[in-house]
């Protein structure tokens, strides 16, 4: 999905992070770098991988006022609006697919269907 966001969001990033900002900035890290092994990596089980859209979701959708439109600004969170609306309709048919195919087929990959 972003090849080049593999590299930013690896385990040595996290500590890294970790040593340099507080214990709190290490949690969208981590969230977003579980959304991208979920997106990305094989052998992660169907329970882990919905975890993981469910983090980025919760985190993405967390303290947004969608009373207000058009929304102020080009960005939600930091994020351009096109990318921020793509990355949640991209979780979404996840979400959604898992939900269609019920516990027995949850081992489905999704890499054809996009």
């Known amino acids: 999905m972003f090849p080049t966001l ?8 996290r500590y890294d ?4 900002c507080t214990k709190n ?6 969230i977003i770098r579980n959304w991208y092994a979920a997106s990305d990596d094989s052998g992660i089980n169907a329970v882990d991988r919905i ?6 979701r919760n985190l993405l959708l967390g303290g947004v ?6 929304p102020v600004g080009k960005y939600m969170k930091g ?9 949640l309709m991209d979780i979404e048919s996840k979400l959604h697919m898992f939900a269609i195919l019920g ?12």
């Open 51 to 56: 975890k993981y859209l469910l983090e980025i």
């Open 65 to 70: 006022d969608f009373s207000v439109f058009p």
């Open 25 to 30: 900035a290490t949690n969208p890290t981590r």
């Open 6 to 13: 593999g590299p930013i969001f690896v385990k040595k990033s």
């Open 17 to 20: 992070c970790a040593t340099m």
């Open 103 to 114: 516990p027995i087929e949850h081992s489905f990959s999704w890499k054809p269907c996009s």
């Open 79 to 87: 994020v351009p609006i096109i990318t921020y609306e793509g990355i």
